[in-house]
């Protein structure tokens, strides 16, 4: 008798177990790693906030199997050292997985702890070809580098039929600049072109632009490629304009924020960019996602906005699969399947690469306009 009511409290308390463990509804902590202060936060800030609000919108239909998610962001500064700093606070803290970092050379830096720690990084805005086909515990949501260069040098050859360029990067970021700058640049001269001069200056060090119009000026290309954050890109555009020079301007996704129309005025018109995002989009995603976004924000989300949201979108679906472990993550995560994100539908690779189309985007009357889809 006296084992029979041992064997049905062993019962009720392994029941007891299994209800809790399915009744479980603590938060799961997601960790965001980006440059929140500085001149460059814009795209830290806004990528946080794209973040918080897939977060808010996913926990608003009952998180992860009834479970929350719960947002914890830490300000790398914008530096290795930062960035180390930042995901050891979070992996601390207990997060599951990091989103971050917002430039590929925090990523770079903090990539091999990442992986020593066994934890998920997905960034919505590294590109460097540098991390393509690893298997490792990388992802991203934006295309890399060579497939966005490629697409703006074809675009500067063949539709724009220009012969000559100059181009200028800024070397802090380098695993994004350089590579973007270089894969352009091989693209360019193989179609036809002459890439002139490559000029090389750092944000940090506050260099002055002065050797570089004089030698745009010496040397009249016929476009000038800016590889920089908005806040450069605009200040070393109007003293392009200031100097006379008319020359048409191209960019990679780093300029492409508001801030650049806010900070560059008119003499940001006509520059044209290659990027995975729209601000004219009209599917129907996106236009509910911006209103959503200015709603809560009081301001129009970015590109870092629209990619870090689709980032916790998949980040979720790996989340679904675990139960909101940590544990089989990675595996959970990619391959992908299509995910129906707020720009339009993509899907990670065996590698966690991204695999998605690209937009050429101009500045039109102070606003983004597309000048077509690839």
């Not at 509804?25 to 794209?50: A, C, E, M, W, Y």
């Not at 695993?175 to 002139?196: A, C, H, M, P, R």
Request: glycine share 10%.
């Amino acid at each position: 008798m006296l084992l029979k009511h041992l064997v049905f409290i062993a019962a009720v308390g392994s029941l007891l177990f299994i209800l809790g463990a399915c009744g479980d509804t603590s938060p799961i902590l997601i960790g965001f790693s980006g440059q929140l202060t500085g001149k460059t936060s814009d795209i830290g800030v806004f990528g946080r906030n794209g973040a918080m609000l897939a977060i808010e919108k996913i926990n608003e239909t009952g998180g992860i199997n009834g479970r929350p998610l719960k947002l914890i962001a830490e300000d790398d500064g914008n530096t290795p050292d930062g960035a180390l700093k930042a995901d050891k606070i979070l992996i601390d803290a207990g997060v599951v997985a990091i989103i971050g970092h917002m430039t590929s050379s925090q990523t770079m830096a903090a990539l091999p702890f990442i992986n020593k720690n066994g934890m998920v990084l997905i960034s919505p805005t590294t590109s460097t070809p540098e991390l393509t086909n690893k298997n490792d515990l990388f992802f991203r949501t934006m295309v890399e580098n060579p497939i966005q260069s490629k697409v703006l040098a074809d675009y500067a050859r063949s539709a724009l039929d220009f012969n000559t360029i100059v181009t200028v990067k800024e070397s802090d970021n380098e695993n994004y600049s350089f590579t973007f700058t270089d894969n352009f640049s091989k693209q360019f001269i193989e179609l036809g072109g002459d890439v002139l001069k490559s000029i090389t200056y750092s944000s940090r060090a506050n260099t002055g632009w002065g050797p570089i119009i004089d030698s745009l000026i010496t040397l009249k290309p016929d476009a000038i490629l800016l590889t920089c954050p908005a806040h450069d890109a605009a200040s070393i555009v109007q003293q392009i304009r200031n100097a006379g020079l008319k020359t048409r301007i191209l960019s990679g996704a780093w300029a492409y924020t508001d801030k650049l129309l806010q900070w560059g005025g008119h003499s940001v018109e006509g520059m044209i960019f290659v990027i995975e995002y729209a601000t004219d989009n009209p599917k129907p995603a996106f236009i509910k996602f911006r209103k959503s976004y200015r709603n809560r924000f009081g301001a129009n989300p970015n590109f870092a906005s629209a990619l870090s949201y689709e980032s916790v979108l998949a980040l979720a679906k790996g989340l679904q699969i675990t139960n909101g472990s940590a544990s089989g993550l990675a595996d959970a995560m990619a391959p992908s399947g299509i995910i129906s994100g707020v720009v339009g539908d993509f899907k990670l690779n065996e590698y966690g690469d991204v695999e998605r189309n690209v937009f050429l985007v101009t500045i039109k009357e102070g606003e983004f306009r597309t000048i077509e889809m690839r």
